[in-house]
């Protein structure tokens, strides 16, 4: 018997392999890979519920049947998947634990058989945390609709043993490799094969083995809550600013033509003091386009440096009018994010822009004002509507 469950034990522990193998062929074509976007705090969570056995690996393991080492296991598991391949779970492991013992310990039970050995039972209570890896999806990359999912974990918690007169507290490492079977878009089937190890007191016995542990075999169900899946980012494109970049150079060159005719005419002055001077009319104020616009990554609202170059020369512009109003309109594509969010995101946008032109460019806030189109949808490339326009 126990032959059969050691084998057992490693064909699970040896899936992985051939998991990889069976969705490499299977995904050539559909699986994606990131980047992808950021969900809510509350996407991607799911809730999990699994029974099984748990066999606690002691002292006297060896000795006795191997039912006689087995007890049940109930697991209750609350996660959150961050990326397709990354997630963290909390989960309650326990119930019962069983073995052999030499003395009457604190978890002995009965009397004892004929050779002197005690049976021991006591409650077991694990309250651990584990970082989940997705090898299927890191390998193969992402598939919402693949049948089967591999994840090995790793984690630390509490772990608790007790019976009606005594019980023991541990800090306990737990490892394991939980298989996911998808049902439908809302449940996955598990199965689960688990390592728990803790101190040799754990069980209230002490020499022999430095440590001991549970290995526990548990199958379940896990409800995954909305949102349920993920979705790959838009390749973020540069905006164009060749334009904005060519009146800049214009501008640069009014400026060198205008120096150069008051250097001329002060060298005609000195050259003929007779003459009468003549009187030069130039622009008082910059020339620039209707609106100017600052892009912004996606789901962000910071500035970037070559951003505040050219708000330098929007703010020229406007303390050059000091009796013109603007306005400055922050907007959000409405490909990506909630309504909710865009409109926050573009208002974010454009208080962003009215802080650099009056913080850093002492632009005078009473001739700006603030407005926020939340989702945009006015430009054809997705990217340029993630923009705060000055008007």
């Known amino acids: 018997m126990k ?4 084998a057992l034990l490693l064909a699970v522990a040896c899936t992985p392999v051939f998991a990889q193998q069976e969705v490499v062929e299977e995904t050539v074509i559909t699986s994606r890979r990131g980047p992808y976007l950021t969900n809510r705090f509350f996407d991607n969570m799911f809730i999990g519920v699994a029974g ?41 492991a326990g119930i019962k634990g069983r073995g052999w013992s030499e003395g009457h310990t604190a978890y002995a039970t009965g009397a004892p058989n004929a050779e002197g050995m005690y049976r021991t039972k006591f409650n077991v209570m694990n309250l651990h945390g584990d970082v989940m890896w ?17 994840i090995p974990y790793v984690g630390f918690g509490w772990a608790r043993s007790s019976s009606s007169h005594a019980h023991n507290n541990e800090i306990a490492f737990t490892c394991g490799i939980l298989h996911n079977f998808r049902v439908s878009n809302l449940i996955d089937l598990t199965l689960e094969m688990r390592q728990m190890l803790v101190n ?3 069980d209230g016995m002490t020499g022999g083995r430095k440590a001991e542990g549970i290995t526990s075999l548990t199958a379940g169900v896990t409800f995954k809550l909305n949102r349920r899946g993920f979705s790959r980012s838009a ?12 009146k800049i150079a214009a ?15 002060a ?101 700006l004002e603030v407005v926020a189109k939340g989702g945009s949808d006015q430009f054809k490339d997705i990217p340029l509507n993630r923009v705060a326009i000055v008007e």
């Not at 540069?238 to 334009?243: R, T």
């Open 3 to 6: 032959k059969h469950f050691l």
């Open 52 to 92: 099984g056995v748990n066999m606690y690996v002691g002292e006297h393991f060896s000795y006795g049947s191997f039912g006689e080492h087995l007890s049940p296991a109930l697991d209750i598991s609350v996660g959150k998947w961050i990326t397709p391949c990354v997630g963290l779970r909390m989960q309650y």
């Open 134 to 150: 997705n090898i299927s999806n890191a390998i193969s990359g992402y598939r919402e609709d693949r049948v089967w999912d591999v």
């Open 200 to 202: 040799q007191r754990f």
């Open 235 to 246: 390749t973020v494109m540069v905006a164009d600013y060749s334009d904005y970049n060519a």
């Open 251 to 265: 501008l640069q060159n009014q400026l060198s033509d205008a120096q150069d005719s008051i250097q001329r005419l």
């Open 267 to 367: 060298k005609a002055k000195v050259a003929s003091p007779k003459q009468e001077p003549q009187t030069v009319k130039s622009a008082t104020a910059p020339v620039m386009s209707p609106v100017m616009g600052t892009f912004f990554q996606i789901g962000s609202y910071a500035i970037t440096p070559q951003e505040r170059v050219n708000l330098g020369y929007v703010a020229k512009y406007i303390k050059a009018l000091p009796n013109q109003k603007f306005k400055i309109v922050g907007y959000a594509d409405s490909a990506t994010g909630s309504p909710e969010w865009n409109q926050q995101l573009s208002q974010l946008r454009a208080e962003a822009v009215y802080k650099v032109l009056v913080n850093e460019y002492s632009v005078n806030g009473s001739q």
